[in-house]
Structure formats: structure tokens, C-alpha cells
């Protein structure tokens, strides 16, 4: 959990209002010996161009699967099916694979989770990086490429450039390790870096470094971030719209400061409610009670109806549709609170 002040939120909308990505009714399902695993749900929602947007759940809510649907890199026993997912008004869903690899990296491109994973051991900083650059920006000379990778490096801010070329993974710290990450993504100049949980294996103090030399970045060059994350700590000092996911659905979503001033759904209230104050002392750590359901064994209501201290008996026997309850925010929930006068 990050504290509040160590990253600013800049609310400088900079994008034009235009939409970049648009996924409409996105179903990943994994059939598993098991049973089937509804893992993401029927979701839409969309990213506009130059925007930061953060999707955040819990652990197990779909936020991995359905960036992994997106980027076309689903594996079995998963099935993706989708109305379409647009990147760029191309319909990414229907492409095939040859067009999808020019896709990743160049158009889109992604920050995992584990930045152990992310990076050969067995390479060079500047190997992998050129990997990048020969496949994106073929036309670039060999000098041009080594510039473009010293360069990078300095936007990360790793201040000797050409000694970190020289290196391998392993002889830098998981913080430096992250921002080359990072500069990787950056090289082919995509439109939108999908980061999940980009920071979470770090410390403290380096996940606020890291994700804010990230979101200069993406500010600076006009790219559009989606940012994965459980900590809603996160996102509601980037994002400039909130997407809250919770067992495979997106239960609400609106601009940040409807998400977080004016919450509609009881599970962003208790999201919120985790969140530990600067300003109030000894305030006790809040976690919402009871579990996240068993993605085998969900609930046939609303997916949060276990664990709802508004529960009525429709929520436990009708999923609820989402509800656009305000311009903007569209909330899945059979008693929002904007039904009551309760605030938080
Ligand atoms: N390859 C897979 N096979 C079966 N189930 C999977 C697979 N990948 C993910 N899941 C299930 O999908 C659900 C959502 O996972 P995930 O998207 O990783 O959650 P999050 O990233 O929000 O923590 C989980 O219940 C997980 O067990
Ligand atoms: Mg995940």
C-alpha cells in the first residue's frame, strides 16, 4: 500500500476525447477440468487517446486475464470471445496472429507484474533492448539504435547510459531493473502501455519512483496507460478514470473523482474504506469482510452479494445490469448509493 502523498496526482486531462481502445462485452472463460471459470465476465468499457486509466479489484477479480485477452496472448484452456475489442478502430479480436505480434510492442505494449520474469538473465541490457528496436524500427542503423536505446535510458533516468547497457539484469537492483522495463516498452513508441501491478514486487518508496517516472512518461509522449493494480491507493492519484473490477465483472466505473468522491458501488465504498488516511491517526486498518468467492462456485446475483452489507434478496437472484447513473458512471448494482443519503 502506497501512502498518499508520495505521488501527486497531476490532473491534467490531456486527452483529446477520442477513443483508442474499446472492448465491448469481453468474456474470457477457462474450461478446466474443474469446472468452467468464468474469469472475466461480459466487461466493456474503453481508453481514450493520452489517457491514464486504472482497473483495479482485488486479487482474482480478471484485471491479469482481461490484459492478457486484449493483447491476444490467452492460452488454454482460456476462450476469448468479444462483441470487438478496437485498438485504433482495427478490431484486434478478429486479426490473426501475424498482425497481432506487429500489434504488441509496437502498438501496444505491456509492463508485467514480475520484473524477475520480464527480463532474460541470460542478455545484455542493450541486447534486449535492440530485440525491441530491430523488430518495431527496422530501419534504424546499428548507431542510431545504440542512440536510441542511450537515450531511453536517460528518459528513465539511469544516469549512466552506456555502462547499463553493458549489464545484465541481475547487476541491477529490482528498482532499476523496472525502469528498464520500462524504457523497453517506451522504444517503439506504442499508443497504449497496458502496466499490470508494474511496481508490486518492489518496496515502498521505489514503487512510488517507478510509477511516477512512468506516468511523466506516458503524460510527456501522449501515450494512453492502463494501469492494473489492487491498490485503489494507486490509481486514485493517477488515474483520470477508475475502472473497479470484482470476480470477473466491472461493478463500477466513472471518472476519478466520481470513483472517489462520489462512490455509487458498496465494493469501491469498502475499496475505499482500505485505504489508510495520512490525516487520521491510529485509524485501524479496514478490510472488507469475507472472501472473494470461489470463481467456481460464484454467486447466481450480484457477484459481490456475499460479502454486501446492503444485500437485499434480489441481489442474491439477479445479477445486476450496469447503470449509468451519472454521465460517466456507469455502476452494476441493485441499490447504488446514490438510492440512499448515506455518504462516505
Ligand atoms: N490459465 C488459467 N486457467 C484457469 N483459471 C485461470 C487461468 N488464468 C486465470 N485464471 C482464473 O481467472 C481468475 C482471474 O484471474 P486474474 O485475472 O489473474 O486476477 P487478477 O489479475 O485480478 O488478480 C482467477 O480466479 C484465476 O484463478
Ligand atoms: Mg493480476
Not at 49 to 59: C, F, L, N, Q, T
Not at 68 to 94: C, Q, T, W, Y
Not at 106 to 123: G, R
Not at 135 to 153: I, K, M, N, W
Request: with cysteine; glycine share 6%.
Amino acid at each position: 500500500m502506497m501512502n498518499h502523498n508520495e505521488v501527486k496526482h497531476v490532473s491534467s486531462k490531456v486527452s483529446d476525447g477520442s477513443v483508442l481502445l474499446d472492448v465491448k462485452n469481453l468474456k474470457t472463460y477457462f474450461h478446466t477440468f474443474r469446472g468452467l471459470i468464468k474469469a472475466v465476465d461480459g466487461i466493456s468499457f474503453n481508453v481514450k487517446k493520452g489517457e491514464v486509466i486504472g482497473i483495479v479489484g482485488e486479487s482474482g477479480s480478471g484485471k491479469s486475464v482481461t490484459s492478457f485477452s486484449i493483447m491476444g496472448l490467452v492460452e488454454s484452456p482460456g476462450v476469448v470471445n468479444a462483441d470487438h475489442i478496437l485498438f485504433d478502430r482495427e478490431d484486434i479480436h478478429k486479426v490473426d496472429e501475424k498482425r497481432m505480434m506487429k500489434v504488441r510492442g509496437k502498438e501496444i505494449s505491456m509492463v508485467f507484474q514480475d520484473p524477475m520474469t520480464s527480463l532474460n538473465p541470460l542478455y545484455t541490457i542493450k541486447q534486449q533492448m535492440e530485440e525491441m528496436l530491430i523488430l518495431h524500427a527496422p530501419q534504424l542503423s546499428s548507431h542510431d539504435r545504440h542512440e536510441r536505446c542511450v537515450r531511453l535510458l536517460q528518459q528513465v533516468r539511469i544516469h549512466n547510459p552506456e555502462e547499463a547497457l553493458k549489464m545484465y539484469p541481475h547487476q541491477f537492483s529490482g528498482g532499476m531493473r523496472q525502469r528498464v522495463i520500462v524504457a523497453i516498452a517506451m522504444a517503439a513508441d506504442p499508443k497504449l502501455i497496458i502496466a499490470d501491478e508494474p511496481t508490486t514486487a518492489l518496496d515502498v518508496t521505489i514503487q512510488a519512483q517507478v510509477l511516477h517516472l512512468m506516468y511523466d512518461l506516458v503524460r510527456k509522449k501522449d501515450m494512453a496507460l492502463m494501469l492494473i493494480t489492487h491498490d485503489l491507493a494507486v490509481v486514485s492519484q493517477l488515474a483520470d478514470r477508475i475502472v473497479v473490477m470484482y470476480s470477473g465483472k466491472i461493478m463500477e466505473q466513472g471518472s476519478r473523482d466520481d470513483i472517489i468522491e462520489r462512490p455509487l458501488h458498496p465494493y469501491t465504498v469498502g475499496l475505499l474504506e482500505c485505504i489508510p488516511r495520512m490525516n487520521r491517526d491510529k485509524e485501524r486498518l479496514y478490510q472488507i469482510p469475507g472472501n472473494v468467492p470461489n470463481m467456481l462456485e460464484l454467486p447466481k446475483g450480484c457477484k459481490f452479494s456475499t460479502r454486501c452489507r446492503y444485500c437485499q434478496e434480489i441481489c442474491i437472484e439477479v445479477d445486476p445490469d450496469p447503470r449509468e447513473l451519472r454521465p460517466e458512471q456507469m455502476v452494476s448494482c441493485h441499490f447504488p448509493l446514490w438510492d440512499r443519503e448515506e455518504r462516505l
